[in-house]
Antibody, heavy 118, light 106 residues
Framework: EVQLVQSGPEVKKPGQSLKISCKAS????????IGWVRQMPGRGLEWMGI????????RYSPSFEGQVTLSADKSIATAYLQWSGLKASDTALYFC???????????WGQGTLVTVSS | EIEMTQFPATLSVSPGEGATISCRAS??????LAWYQQKPGQAPRVLIY???TRATGIPARFRGSGSETEFSLTISSLQSEDFAVYYC????????FGQGTKLEIK
């Protein structure tokens, strides 16, 4: 069974750094892309970017380029989303999801809630 | 970046009736279009990909159609579990989501 298990909720202050994770199991991690999707409170889904764990080829949405960093550690089948300086506007639920060939997402993590507040 | 526009934003329908949600792309995406359903407190799940192919386990009452720039998701004979938010997504040029359509009980 394909599973993506995300790290737990985070509460941070503006300016702090953060790295959240998405651990994959039940399939060959290096053969599928992992994407990240933001959902701000009461809002829709926003595609942030996507990474291919085998070679770390990464693409970012123009809206998120320079704001976040995607990475992956294939030795532990885990993808990461990180910020170097959080803002209150980063408060949201973040999903990771699996994609075959950069196409639709066929499996999703449960989401990680990030709250940024002073 | 390809923009996706969904309409209506909210659709009120009675159980047992049908519903159609539309999605328009700012440029052709061929048939590289997926539909997702999201219920409160849950992750989205894929319903349709390649514009009209139902994902594994998705009931036949969900039907996707369209190509190029105009797409629709039709749900026939709405069940209580179908009331949710629906998103379209293009994956021709990386990925973009529509802003969502809330399907609510009338």
């Amino acid at each position: 069974e394909v599973q993506l298990v995300q790290s737990g909720p985070e509460v941070k202050k503006p300016g702090q750094s953060l790295k959240i994770s998405c651990k994959a199991s039940g399939y060959k991690f290096t053969s599928y892309w992992i994407g990240w999707v933001r959902q701000m409170p009461g809002r829709g889904l926003e595609w942030m970017g996507i990474i291919y764990p085998d070679d770390s080829d990464t693409r970012y949405s123009p809206s998120f380029e320079g704001q976040v960093t995607l990475s992956a550690d294939k030795s532990i089948a885990t993808a990461y989303l990180q910020w170097s300086g959080l803002k209150a506007s980063d408060t949201a639920l973040y999903f990771c999801a699996r994609s075959d060939s950069g196409n639709w997402f066929d499996s999703w993590g449960q989401g990680t809630l990030v709250t940024v507040s002073s | 970046e390809i923009e996706m526009t969904q309409f209506p934003a909210t659709l009120s329908v009675s159980p047992g009736e049908g519903a159609t949600i539309s999605c328009r792309a700012s440029q052709s995406v061929n048939n590289n279009l997926a539909w997702y359903q999201q219920k409160p407190g849950q992750a989205p799940r894929v319903l349709i990909y390649s514009a009209s192919t139902r994902a594994t386990g998705i009931p036949a009452r969900f039907r996707g159609s369209g190509s190029e720039t105009e797409f629709s998701l039709t749900i026939s004979s709405l069940q209580s579990e179908d009331f949710a938010v629906y998103y379209c997504q293009q994956y021709k040029d990386w990925q973009t989501f529509g802003q969502g359509t809330k399907l609510e009980i009338k």
